[in-house]
Each structure stands twice: as C-alpha cells, then as structure tokens.
C-alpha cells in the first residue's frame, strides 16, 4: 500500500515502512517484500535503528541493484562531526531498479 509519510525529508515516498522493531534478519526481510510490492522507479522510506540494520539493510539494497537515494538520523547529533547514534532511528530513502 502506497502511503505517504509526513515526516519525509521532502514529504513524498511512494511507500513507508517502520522496521524499528525489527531484528535481522526481519529488518532486511521486511525490506524486501516492500520492494517486491514497488514498481521501477518507485521510492520508499524505511525507518529503522540498529548498527546491524544500518549497516545490512543499505548494503543489500544495492546489492540487488536498487539504489539508495539517502540516509540519515531522524535526530542527528549536534554538529560535533561525530556519527550519528546507531540506537536513533534513521530514515532510508530508496528507489526501486
């Protein structure tokens, strides 16, 4: 189902899915039955937290050839050039291939 998120950087993804609560391996099999659903050319926004996720969930998107438009903390830290905390919920923004 097509939603839009208010929250989204510029306000308009074709589809949204929240995988806070998720655990790998769901976090990235969640992700994917979300892309299954997309047309080419579709964007979603998946919300999510943990270093796993942040680090597997991006990384096997593109490796199926989508591409990841961005992603970034929902809060970033305050500019002292560190990384954002992986316990924050980040916002992925992807376009199907």
Request: proline share 9%; charged share 25%.
């Amino acid at each position: 189902m097509a939603t839009t998120d208010p929250a989204a950087p510029d306000g308009q993804v074709d589809f949204f899915i929240d995988i806070t609560g998720d655990v790998c391996p769901m976090t990235f099999v969640r992700a994917k039955l979300l892309i299954e659903r997309m047309a080419s050319g579709q964007t979603a926004e998946i919300r999510l937290r943990g270093a796993e996720p942040l680090a597997n969930v991006p990384r096997a998107i593109a490796a199926q050839g989508h591409t990841v438009v961005a992603m970034a903390a929902e809060d970033p830290e305050d500019g002292d050039g560190a990384p954002a905390d992986p316990h924050r919920p980040h916002r992925l923004r992807l376009r199907k291939a």
